[in-house]
């Protein structure tokens, strides 16, 4: 799966640019715990190309956003797609993380 990583200032944006889904959505978990693990974790998922999620991916992004609660704060995720956006709220998941309509707004989110 390719998973583009880049920087803002402190905040790291973590673009998937496909659907996640099997092997790919493991290795986007184990980015995110990378991200977690830091002093400051500041991380954006950016969702634009992701047009679907399945189980696994959902399972992935529950345990991020339950580490990152344990330290105040919320997975912030970007530019997600009207598909992802109903699976969130099919599956009751969407007041978990914090949804931009754009990765400038989620970033100017952590000042």
């Known amino acids: 799966m390719k998973i583009e990583r880049t920087t803002a200032g402190s905040v790291e944006i973590v673009a998937p640019q496909e659907p ?25 998922l950016a969702m634009k190309e992701v047009g679907y999620l399945d189980s696994l991916a959902l399972e992935g992004l529950v345990d991020a956003a339950d580490q990152l609660a344990a330290r105040s704060l919320q997975l912030k995720m970007a530019a997600v797609t009207p598909t992802c956006r ?11 993380f914090q949804l931009f309509d754009n990765i400038e707004d989620a970033i100017r989110s952590y000042r």
């Open 20 to 44: 996640i889904v099997e092997t790919g959505a493991e290795e986007l978990s184990e980015i995110l715990q990378a991200c977690i693990q830091g002093v400051n974790p500041r991380v954006v």
């Open 86 to 96: 109903e699976i969130f709220e099919l599956t009751g998941l969407s007041g978990r």
